[in-house]
Structures are given as structure tokens and as C-alpha cells.
């Protein structure tokens, strides 16, 4: 049995400016950082519905002349995309996404402000430390996947190219550190194999799947907007808020029994 992983992020991992100013939720950095992770049991159906939804779009006439349909700016007409995809368009992919049944999304939300608290009080005590992007990154990808490298034979783990080989590489370092650590927990005869890679959205439909579930998470971290999410949650089989600790110390886990919502992120300081 194979299963096939789709990993993108929402957000930014950025804390200081490049004079080593700190930025969280200035203009163009946000104050939480998402690692999402799609599971779609049918990803070749996937990728042939998404393909028939954007053809559609791009021979509706209603839509002539929409910029983002221009095959020359590489937007929606080369791959969906939530930021940039017309309303219009948007309600159809949530739409189209909301209809399947073979489609599950785990996240994992960092508050920035709480991770600046740890990189002060490390820099504090070592002079020698440095904080890097990368670092929240995988941190949350080692979290993120610790349960959900052990039961299947292997898995296809696709992430959003993010940049170099070396980038690629370490990620599947992140992932082996994962598996082995569960593994010590529940031991197998055979180590399911991972086969990691990293793909662009217009080639991977369940990259373009992750990128709307983690934009509509995101607006209702970031704005206190819930419409989007509401119209997939059912799909949200887990979101791990680690740095919401008002009930748990570690976090706040929200699920189909403990839905996520605008309203009990309120609270939150």
C-alpha cells in the first residue's frame, strides 16, 4: 500500500529583518506559520478534476478577458492557485474539493511571537547561535509527519519545491528523523520506504488541493475569517495549534469532535 503525501505552507518562517529587526505581522509577514499536509487516496482523480474544472474555466466565456486566465502571467490558467484565482473561481475549487471523499488535510500552526521567545533566550545563552528560516520549517515538518510514516509500505511525499536539492535533502532528513523515532515506539519487521520529492502546483494537483486548504486556514488565523474553512472542514482531520496552551501544554488540537473556528481563536492572547 502506498500513500501519497502533498506538503505545502501558509505563511512566513521570517522573524528579524536583515538588520535584526524583529517583523512578525508587519506588512508582508505574517504572524503565524502553517505546515499543511494533504492526504489524497485517488491523486491521479484528483489531477484529471482539477484539470477538467480549469479547462472549463478557461472556455466559459464569462471569463474572458480575467487577467489570471492569461496563459502568459502563469496563474490560473497553468494552475490553481488561492491567492491569486478570481472569486469566481475560487467557489469552484473549494466546490470540487468539498465533493470528494478521498481527501484528508493535518496541519500544524506555529505562533511566531512564541518561537521569537525561544530564539532570544537561545541566542542569550549561546553567542555562537543564529537563527535561520529553515529551522521553524522543519521543526514543524518533524512534528508534523510523527505518526504518519510507520503503517503503509511506503509513501510518496511530494513538497512544494521550495528551492535547491540541498533544500530537498534535508527534508527527507526531517522525515527519517520522524519515522525512526516512531519506529523505536512501535517497531517493524520492514521500514515502510519514503520517497521524497519536490514538485511545482502546476504539475501536482494535490499541491494545488493543499494550497486552498492552507489559504483558507490561514484567513482564519491571520483575518478571524471561518466562511472558507467551513466549506471543507470536514476534510481538516487535524489541526495542532502548539502555541495555544490555555486548556493543554501542549497545544490545542483541533478536530471533526473539536472543530476549528474564528470564534475560539478569539481568545486566544
Known amino acids: 500500500m502506498s500513500i501519497h503525501y502533498f506538503i505545502d505552507e501558509a505563511g512566513d518562517s521570517t522573524l528579524f529583518d536583515r538588520h535584526g529587526n524583529v517583523i512578525i505581522g508587519n506588512e508582508g509577514n505574517s504572524r503565524f506559520f502553517i505546515l499543511g499536509l494533504l492526504k489524497a487516496g485517488d491523486p491521479y482523480s484528483l489531477r484529471r478534476n482539477m484539470d477538467h474544472l480549469r479547462e472549463a474555466i478557461i472556455n466559459d466565456p464569462y471569463f474572458e478577458g480575467v487577467?489570471?486566465?492569461?496563459?502568459?502571467?502563469?496563474?490560473?490558467?497553468?494552475?490553481?492557485?488561492?491567492?491569486?484565482?478570481?472569486?469566481?473561481?475560487?467557489?469552484?475549487?473549494?466546490?470540487?474539493?468539498?465533493?470528494?471523499?478521498?481527501?484528508?488535510?493535518?496541519?500544524?500552526?506555529?505562533?511566531?511571537?512564541?518561537?521569537?521567545?525561544?530564539?532570544?533566550?537561545?541566542?542569550?545563552?549561546?553567542?555562537?547561535?543564529?537563527?535561520?528560516?529553515?529551522?521553524?520549517?522543519?521543526?514543524?515538518?518533524?512534528?508534523?509527519?510523527?505518526?504518519?510514516?510507520?503503517?503503509?509500505?511506503?509513501?510518496?511525499?511530494?513538497?512544494?519545491?521550495?528551492?535547491?536539492?540541498?533544500?530537498?535533502?534535508?527534508?527527507?532528513?526531517?522525515?527519517?528523523?520522524?519515522?525512526e523515532r516512531r519506529l523505536q515506539e512501535i517497531p517493524k519487521d520492514e521500514r515502510p520506504k519514503i520517497h521524497v520529492r519536490s514538485g511545482l502546483s502546476k504539475y501536482?494537483?494535490?499541491?494545488?488541493?493543499?494550497?486552498?486548504?492552507?489559504?483558507?486556514?490561514?484567513?482564519?488565523?491571520?483575518?478571524?475569517?471561518?466562511?472558507?474553512?467551513?466549506?471543507?472542514?470536514?476534510?481538516?482531520?487535524?489541526?495542532?495549534?502548539?502555541?495555544?496552551?490555555r486548556n493543554n501544554e501542549y497545544g490545542e488540537y483541533y478536530n471533526n469532535k473539536n472543530p476549528i473556528t474564528a470564534d475560539c481563536l478569539r481568545g486566544r492572547k
Not at 233 to 242: A, E, P, S, V
Open 67 to 179: 487577467p489570471s486566465l492569461d496563459p502568459n502571467r502563469e496563474r490560473t490558467a497553468i494552475a490553481f492557485h488561492a491567492k491569486d484565482d478570481p472569486p469566481e473561481v475560487r467557489y469552484k475549487v473549494f466546490e470540487l474539493l468539498r465533493q470528494r471523499d478521498d481527501i484528508s488535510f493535518i496541519a500544524i500552526v506555529c505562533e511566531k511571537s512564541k518561537r521569537l521567545d525561544y530564539v532570544l533566550g537561545r541566542q542569550e545563552s549561546d553567542s555562537t547561535y543564529h537563527y535561520h528560516p529553515d529551522e521553524m520549517y522543519d521543526y514543524l515538518c518533524r512534528r508534523l509527519f510523527k505518526d504518519r510514516l510507520h503503517l503503509a509500505d511506503e509513501y510518496q511525499v511530494i513538497f512544494a519545491q521550495r528551492g535547491s536539492k540541498k533544500r530537498t535533502q534535508a527534508l527527507e532528513r526531517q522525515l527519517d528523523i520522524a519515522q
Open 204 to 245: 501536482n494537483a494535490g499541491l494545488q488541493a493543499v494550497d486552498y486548504y492552507l489559504w483558507a486556514l490561514q484567513r482564519c488565523y491571520e483575518r478571524g475569517e471561518d466562511r472558507f474553512l467551513r466549506n471543507i472542514r470536514n476534510h481538516c482531520k487535524l489541526i495542532m495549534d502548539i502555541d495555544d496552551k
